[in-house]
């Protein structure tokens, strides 16, 4: 049986804005937030991760769906347009920038969880190899009543 889409839970750090008077107190201005990374062969050009209800303004879980390719390219060199951009932070750390109506989320994640998470994706679907062709079929179908 092959496995189509998968789940991969880790720990991220959300940035404020404010800075601290003192490098001790850093700690303050980062807090550690659960993240579910999730991969589905069904929409394979696709990333989703869904950051945990006290990481979003009104207590409920808050999901970024954005393009591998983005989350892969922003591992090596700033990457992005639009609400997601994607950059290293030194050899160990990779920021996720994320814009909504309602402001400005910095979020920071181990290189080393990332790239484990993406070699899961390219597992199931290697990169270049992306079938668009059934969900785009099933997708246009939805969307036009099945005409």
């Known amino acids: 049986m092959t496995i189509a889409a998968f789940d991969q839970p880790t720990r991220a750090r959300l940035i404020t804005s404010e800075q601290p008077e003192q490098p001790e107190q850093l700690e303050q201005y980062e807090t550690a937030v659960p993240v579910v990374l999730h991969y589905d062969a069904n929409d394979p050009l696709a990333v989703r991760a869904t950051f945990a209800a006290e990481a979003s303004l009104d207590g409920t879980p808050v999901s970024w769906t954005f393009a591998r390719e983005l989350l892969n390219a922003g591992l090596r060199a700033p990457s992005g347009s639009g609400d997601v ?13 994320l814009h909504s109506p309602d402001g400005l989320a910095l979020v920071q994640f181990d290189t080393a969880v990332l790239r484990r998470f993406l070699l899961r994706s390219y597992a199931i679907v290697p990169a270049g190899h992306e079938d668009l062709g059934p969900g785009l079929e099933r997708g246009l179908s939805a969307l036009f009543g099945g005409v």
Do not use: F, L, Y
Request: charged share 15%; proline share 8%.
């Open 85 to 97: 951009h994607i950059w290293p932070c030194g050899r160990a750390q990779v920021v996720v920038e």
